[in-house]
């Protein structure tokens, strides 16, 4: 998961905790990583984790336990939706568990409060990881965590309505906006295109095509939200609407998403790996060879955003070592196969997408690949902030035709007057 609904109560935590961290390490880089013992792992091991994965981890942990019959794992689910307060309000009173699954936009808020462990050299390898997802755990030139499990977005498109219109998978810009307008004008489809008309979360479909114009979020600790960059790839995806090759209305918000795509109104979208499954299961038998999965569109690249979760040890729990040898040993790539296999995540290691299971799909071959080239927004305390502002202007370019120069400049005004928390 990469955005979560946030409790009041809980920002306000954590921004307490912020200010309040100068009892111990505040991160910004001044922590130094500390090495893991050698040997098996021992002790009670308590692990905090989410939705399916925290439903799923006790019973996978065995295999660990049966590695190292001196250590048991703890696992506590937590559901999403109180999972943020629920950590701040650990850290607050020093009773952590040893390890907690992060959504990925946490990592910055969490670490200046200082509760979060530096990763350690040597038991952790950095170049296993991708490096879109690596860079979710870096606050300050210091990881505190490691990626667990992955995500990322291509374009879900209608293969038959694809060969109706006489066209193939989008590779650039200006291919992405024919490919829609022949799959609307020739194809049959409603819509050629469906790109999310603002809202909430709207910024993770919008700024995949600002980092592939070159553009960036923050330049050291400024935001560079009115660059250029920026301002065209708004306009970019505000033609969409203006061109009517994409809804107005959130599909997805109305349900309507998958069925839109199923019955042909729809014939193209952006999202995640889930949607293999949804698509397969609720358009019957046949469904799946009528559809294929692309990568992002190439301008200066072709850069998709990566999201999932990350696991982090904390200071304040009671086995450290124990903590870090399990995040290891869920970091080995036999063991991201057999975790994929059990609930379905995308392994975060590379070395995992070599296995069959992975590479011998193409659709989930075609994510593995993008993955390569992927971003993710700066872990920075205030991100969630910054978001509903890129969302709200994101609505406006899209629902009211608003100036993109003008909504760029309000997003770096008022993404400058929220800070970025460092």
């Known amino acids: 998961m990469t955005t979560h609904r946030r409790l009041g109560t809980a920002a306000v935590l954590v921004a307490a905790l ?24 021992s002790g009670e091991i308590t692990v ?12 996978f942990a065995q295999d660990f336990m049966a590695e190292n019959p001196d250590a048991k794992v703890n696992v506590t689910a937590v559901p999403w939706d109180a999972a943020h307060q629920k950590i701040a309000s650990a850290i607050a009173g020093k009773q952590t568990p040893d390890v907690s699954m992060l959504g990925t936009t946490w990592m910055g808020e969490f670490a200046k409060t200082g509760a979060l ?12 990881f991708f490096p879109g997802a690596w860079d979710t755990t870096v606050v300050d030139d210091t990881s505190y965590g490691v990626p667990w499990y992955v995500e990322t977005r291509l374009i879900y498109y209608r293969k038959d309505l694809a060969a109706k219109a006489g066209v193939t998978a989008p590779t650039t810009w200006d291919e992405l906006k ?24 709207s910024w993770q479909s919008f700024m995949p095509f600002a980092w592939s114009n070159g553009g960036n979020l923050t330049d050291g600790d400024a935001f ?4 250029p960059q920026v301002t065209e790839a708004l306009a970019y995806y505000q033609s969409f609407f203006k061109d009517k090759l994409s809804p107005p209305t959130d599909l997805s918000l109305q349900g309507a998403l998958e069925q839109s795509f199923i019955n042909g109104t729809l014939g193209a979208f952006i999202s995640g790996p889930w949607h293999v499954g949804l698509l397969t299961e609720q358009g019957g038998a046949g469904f799946k060879d009528k559809f294929a999965v692309a990568p992002m569109p190439r301008k200066q690249s072709a850069t998709s955003f990566v999201g999932g979760s990350n696991l982090a040890v904390f ?29 379905s995540d995308l392994p975060a290691v590379q070395g995992a997408w070599n296995d069959s299971t992975l590479s011998g799909d193409p659709f989930l071959a075609t994510f593995g690949e993008q993955l390569k080239d992927a971003k993710s927004p700066p872990a920075i305390p205030t991100w969630e902030q910054v978001a509903a502002v890129i969302d709200g202007e994101v609505e406006k370019v899209a629902k009211s035709n ?21």
């Open 315 to 343: 200071k304040d729990g009671k086995n450290r070592d124990g903590a870090w040898k399990f995040v290891s040993w869920l970091s080995r790539p036999e063991v991201q196969i057999k975790w994929y296999q059990a609930v």
């Open 18 to 41: 912020v200010l309040g961290a100068c009892g111990r390490d505040s991160g910004g880089g001044e922590d130094a990583a500390q090495p893991v013992s050698e040997g098996k792992a």
């Open 117 to 128: 462990d530096p990763t350690p050299d040597g038991s952790i390898e950095k170049g296993a």
């Open 48 to 59: 905090w984790a989410m939705g399916t994965e925290g439903e799923k981890l006790g019973a």
């Open 224 to 227: 560079t939200l009115d660059s």
């Open 178 to 201: 024919s490919f829609a307008t022949a799959m609307r004008d020739k194809g049959g489809a409603k819509w050629g295109m469906n790109l999310q008309p603002g809202g909430t979360g």
């Open 402 to 422: 608003a100036d993109p120069a003008g909504a760029a400049k309000t997003m770096q005004q008022r993404a400058t007057g929220i800070g970025t928390g460092v």
